[in-house]
């Protein structure tokens, strides 16, 4: 049974950093890619980070230059340094996992809340 296990969210001022953790288990994590979502409310799931099919790193335009993805093999994990957060960063952020070649994502966390206050 695949498990994504997110931690690490929480309170922060603006300007702050967080990084948050994405334990994956049940699945042969080199034969997956990660990538963290996130969700505002009244807003649909944005793409905020991910590895691409080469390993290379993919960011969107909001957070280039602010957040960095990253894994640890050795743990099955995916992490994202969040840094210089801004109010509108605030959001449930989700860690997902597909496998290798394969355009969705089928496997999914339950979220950890993020909330930047100005």
């Known amino acids: 049974q695949v498990q994504l296990v997110e931690s690490g969210g929480g309170l922060v001022q603006t300007g702050g950093s967080l990084r948050l953790s994405c334990a994956a288990s049940?699945?042969?994590?080199?034969?997956?890619?990660m990538a963290w979502f996130r969700q505002a409310p009244g807003k649909e799931r944005e793409l905020v980070a991910r590895?691409?099919?080469?390993?290379?790193?993919i960011y969107a335009d909001s957070v280039k230059g602010r957040f960095t993805i990253s894994r640890e093999t050795a743990k099955n994990t995916v992490y994202i340094q969040m840094n210089d957060l801004k109010p509108e960063d605030t959001a449930v952020y989700f860690c997902?996992?597909?496998?290798?070649?394969?355009?969705?994502?089928?496997?999914w966390g339950q979220g950890t809340q993020v909330t930047v206050s100005s």
């Open positions: 590895f691409s099919n080469f390993g290379g790193t």
């Open positions: 049940g699945l042969t994590f080199s034969s997956y890619r």
């Open positions: 997902a996992a597909r496998r290798i070649g394969l355009p969705n994502y089928d496997y």
